[in-house]
């Protein structure tokens, strides 16, 4: 595998579901990140680990809780989740975080519909 | 504070310049470019640091003014494969690091 692979690729889960998503880069990165991609809406940064260490955490709500056991590995696990959560959840690392120098490598997303 | 990108959409013939406008109302750092092909992830095309400074590779480059606190997106003689999804994504001057703002993004769709 090389790049950014992210698992699944398609979910649906009802509001009461409990689920995973997972994104591992095989880049040798130290920051990954999570945004949200609503239709006619621009990516909306979710949360930001550098060194397996959360750094921003953009207002997301407690149904979203992510996870970084590992610079290589992240989890965004879902919980009670609304029909309004229903988008494209991509999965980025970088080499690094700050001074605006480093590119973002994104992955294929997951497109998640909640019922 | 979202940066605004113009024009929303634009449709070109093959061979064609086009220019994307990225504008904040914020002081930047930086600004990101990418370009997302319809039902794939984005992909970078290219970093602007603060100075005024110009990047490009092939047929497209970019510049960024931060007294204006604006960056331009350059694409010319454009080819089928420019189609997609432009972002802009801006990070403030005063950035704890990582935290990148994006545009709404610019539809591009070059025509045979």
């Known amino acids: 595998e090389t790049g950014v692979t992210q698992t699944p690729r398609h979910l649906v889960m009802g509001m009461t579901n409990k689920k995973s998503l997972k994104c591992e880069q095989h880049?040798?990165?130290?920051?990954m990140y999570w945004y949200k991609q609503s239709a006619k809406k621009p990516l909306e940064l979710m949360f930001v680990?550098?060194?397996?260490?959360?750094?921003e955490n953009n207002s997301v709500p407690s149904r979203f809780s992510p996870e970084c056991p590992n610079s290589s590995h992240l989890f965004l696990h879902l919980h009670t989740l609304q029909p309004e959560d229903s988008a494209l959840y991509l999965c980025?690392?970088?080499?690094?975080?700050?001074?605006?120098?480093?590119?973002?490598?994104f992955g294929p997303g997951t497109r998640l519909t909640v019922t | 504070q979202q940066p605004v990108q113009s024009p929303q959409a634009v449709i070109l013939r093959e061979g064609e310049d086009a220019v994307i406008n990225c504008s904040s109302s914020?002081?930047?750092?930086?600004v990101h470019w990418y370009r997302q092909k319809h039902g794939e992830a984005p992909v970078f095309l290219m970093i602007?640091?603060?100075?005024?400074e110009q990047k490009g590779h092939d047929k497209i480059s970019a510049s960024f003014n931060e007294k204006k606190q604006q960056s331009s997106l350059y694409l010319t003689a454009s080819q089928l494969s420019y189609s997609g999804t432009y972002f802009c994504?801006?990070?403030?001057?005063?950035?704890?690091?990582?935290?990148?703002?994006f545009g709404q993004g610019t539809e591009l769709s070059v025509k045979p």
């Open positions: 980025a690392s970088s080499q690094d975080v700050g001074d605006g120098l480093y590119e973002q490598y």
């Open positions: 880049l040798g990165h130290n920051a």
């Open positions: 680990y550098s060194l397996e260490e959360r750094v």
């Open positions: 914020k002081a930047l750092y930086s």
């Open positions: 602007l640091l603060k100075g005024g």
């Open positions: 994504g801006t990070e403030k001057a005063d950035n704890q690091g990582g935290k990148l703002i």
